[in-house]
């Protein structure tokens, strides 16, 4: 894997994690998880709109990732974004880590090592 592959790849990893967090904050932020006023708080957070913005920054990011790498390692490869989120969940929300959830996480890094090897 060439260097511009990989600064593209990690460019949709961080974009993709500041998208998820800025969601779960927007939806944490609100003291109440019912109904229109729950929406309409988020839709006045900055972090629903950070969250956007990634989302659309991303989309770009991620086309110019597929036209460097061929579709099946590209998904790959992205699989470890889940990785990423899952520990950037623990660090800044305190979300549980479980044993199954561990385990899951390995097998995917894993997966994308003997995929990011063999790019």
Known sequence: MNAV???VWMLT???DTVGQLAFKAAA???KTNQGL???WFMFKRPWLWLGIFCYIFEF???LA???LVPLS?????GCINIVVI???GRLFFKEKLTRNRLIGVVLIALGVTIVGVGA
């Open 5 to 7: 592959v990989f600064g």
């Open 13 to 15: 990893i961080l974009i």
């Open 28 to 30: 944490h932020e609100s």
């Open 37 to 39: 006023e729950h929406w």
């Open 60 to 62: 770009v990011v991620w």
């Open 65 to 67: 990732f597929l036209s």
């Open 73 to 77: 390692i590209g998904v790959m490869l």
């Open 86 to 88: 899952m520990l950037a």
